[in-house]
């Protein structure tokens, strides 16, 4: 698994590594079932504390992304992901209000905030056919 962190970011470093595996996820370059690091192992290869990739394991498990066995280790979901549901399309549209409002204050229409969007899932489309 590669994992890119950027220390200088003001995001989180737990975020980064929690945003990373489901971007991995979404890039089919994870799959149901595939394994990932320990957390002790993750940390040492990476360069960053223990409890830093335990958290983002932590936030991966509770959103349903990966299961952790004591001695299996941690998998990527083999039974799926949660579906969007009425709470999660509620997250995400308290999570676009703010990125939709900045781009609104610095006169981004809404055409061209679509076509960012649409450039994204295109992104994420084309590296899952490369799979």
Do not use: W
């Amino acid at each position: 698994m590669f994992i890119q962190l950027d220390l200088e970011s003001s995001e989180p470093i737990y975020m980064q590594l929690r945003n990373q595996v489901i971007e991995g996820i979404a890039k089919k370059k994870l799959h149901h079932g595939d394994p990932l690091p320990s957390v002790r192992s993750l940390a040492a290869d990476i360069g960053i504390n223990l409890h830093t990739v335990n958290k983002a394991y932590q936030q991966l498990k509770q959103e349903g992304y990966i299961l952790i066995h004591r001695q299996k280790g941690v998998v990527i979901n083999p039974d799926g992901f949660p579906k969007a549901d009425h709470d999660y399309k509620k997250q995400l549209r308290n999570s676009l209000h703010p990125l939709i409002s900045n781009s609104i204050s610095r006169d981004l229409s809404e055409e061209e905030f679509t076509k960012v969007c649409s450039a994204i899932f295109k992104e994420f489309a084309e590296e899952g056919e490369k799979e």
